[in-house]
């Protein structure tokens, strides 16, 4: 609550000075591991009159944190308020400001900025664009899961036209395989997946130290790229689909070599940013890249399904996808070691799960004759042991505590499997088969022996009683019948089964009974029961008496 408190009084500090500054836009919360889209700050930032209606270019970038991503952003200000390709890199004793940024090893940003002003450009066709800067916190940091970087990673892709990928040094195969990861759970979070559902990649291989094999710049990155993202023929499967999931990904992809800056930019505390402290070869890149991503006739609009959109329009992609990644739709990323722990418990659990089975169809299976359920029951405790016995025995990863809980899955499978392999012999049992006609049977002949007794004694409402639930019994009993013969209705006959089995368990005479009279005295009042006394006819003999 303070951060948004004090970002809000950010905005304010901002309106009242009238000084662009970087903006917060999604806030991160480092205890929940969750993500806030800030709506009335990007409301500011993409309703302003003068740009609302126009297309929207946005460029992002993204990659591991301390690569000095803020940095190069600071640069890309300095582009766009000069809008000069000759002398926007400024000043020797200039100092970088804008992005906030520092040196050491501890990350600087987090969530995701936006610049508060939002640049017009005009195209070399006359149209104008909204051109947005966005910076991103840094990947794979101390205080982030796999899930916060895949997150803000996808998130950034999912709403930028222009995604630079700031890499250290050069392509290695997990920077392929992070990028994967990242940009399915953007693609997983799209309502509807088109053939490519992002536009332009940009690798930024920073510090490039091998000039030799290939040059410095947009050509030499180029040629570095399409080897270093060749599929061959020799290739393992695995290399293969990281190589074809990113083409298929993105409409284009590109990489420039950037030279490391200098020593003094690496190791003083104190750098500021001053072109002075740079060395010269990168400066003479740096030169070469911004205009490569910023010069107006190198803009990427924002696309969503090939259509244009503007920036009202991105106030409502944010929404929408932050609204996405705020629920429980989508499957939480995991790091590798816990991907692959899962794999190897899940498979452990089959493997023990398919034991246990093929044993217990030794025991009572298809072609098995009948068992008694204790035997049965002793059967299934000890090939139930055995099954856990072969579960632990298995080599696992992920520690005994991320063991047990796939252990506690496997045994409550197994128990699962006994109830079915139980019902499965009850039904071999022929007798078992014929508890509900013979239940039923019973009842009509027990409620007519009562019907018969307490009609001939006179007790004629609990004989129209049994001749009711006599004639009950006896429709159950056509109906279960043609239930079984014809397969329709097959939830009438699981509920006659189970009035029949509980019947069945009620089959001493005094609990049967007991029930009937139950029954018999909610709906008879007693004293209906109970005959009344017959007048006496008067004899002569008593009228003589009297007399």
Known sequence: MRREEEEEDDLLEEEEVGVARPVQIVVADEEEHSFSLQEEALER?????????????????????????????????????????????????????????????????????????????????????????IDTQGAFDSQSTIKDCATLFALSTMTSSVQVYNLSQNVQEDDLQHLQLFTEYGRLAMEEVYEKPFQTLMFLIRDWS?????????????????????????????????????????????????????????????????????????????????????????????????????????????????????????????SMLQATAEANNLAAVAGAKDAYNKSMEQVCGGDKPYISPAELERRHVDLRQASVRHFRSVKKMGGEDFCRRYQEQLEAELDEAYANFSKHNDGKNIFYAARTPATLFAVMFIMYVVSLVTGFVGINSVATLCNLVM??????????????????????????????????????????????????????????????????????????KKN
């Open 471 to 544: 004639g009950v019994a006896l429709t159950a009993l056509c109906i279960w019948a043609y239930v079984k013969y014809s397969g329709e209705f097959r939830e009438v006959g699981g509920v006659i089964d189970q009035v029949a089995e509980t019947l069945w368990e009620q089959r001493t005479p005094r609990k049967v009974f007991s029930k009937l009279f139950e029954v018999a005295r909610s709906r008879v009042p007693l004293g209906s029961l109970i005959p009344a006394p017959r007048p006496r006819l008067a004899s002569n003999n008593n009228v003589k």
């Open 45 to 133: 930032l993409l309703l302003q009159e003068e740009v609302q209606d126009l297309n929207v270019v946005v460029v992002s970038v993204a990659g591991a944190f301390r690569k000095g991503k803020s940095f190069l952003l600071d640069f890309m200000l300095r582009f766009m308020y000069k809008q000069s390709p000759g002398s926007w890199v400024g000043g020797e004793e200039e100092p970088l400001i804008g992005f906030t940024w520092r040196g050491g090893c501890e990350r600087e940003t987090t969530g995701i900025l936006a610049w508060s002003e939002v640049f017009v450009v005009e195209k070399p066709d006359g149209c104008k664009v909204a051109v947005l800067l």
């Open 210 to 334: 091998y000039p030799y094999e290939h040059p410095y710049g947009l050509e030499g990155g180029q040629s570095f790229l399409e080897k270093r993202l060749q599929v061959k023929q020799n290739q393992h499967e695995e290399l293969q689909n990281v190589r074809k999931h990113i083409h298929s990904c993105f409409s284009n992809i590109g990489c420039f070599l950037l030279p490391h800056p200098g020593l003094k930019v690496a190791t003083n505390p104190h750098f500021d940013g001053r072109l002075r402290d740079i060395d010269e070869e990168f400066k003479k890149e740096l030169v070469n890249l911004v205009p490569t991503l910023l010069s107006p006739e190198n803009l990427v609009e924002k696309e969503i399904g090939g259509v244009k959109i503007t920036c009202r329009d991105l106030l409502h992609y944010f929404k929408a996808y932050m609204k996405i990644y705020q629920g429980e739709e989508l499957p939480h990323p995991k």
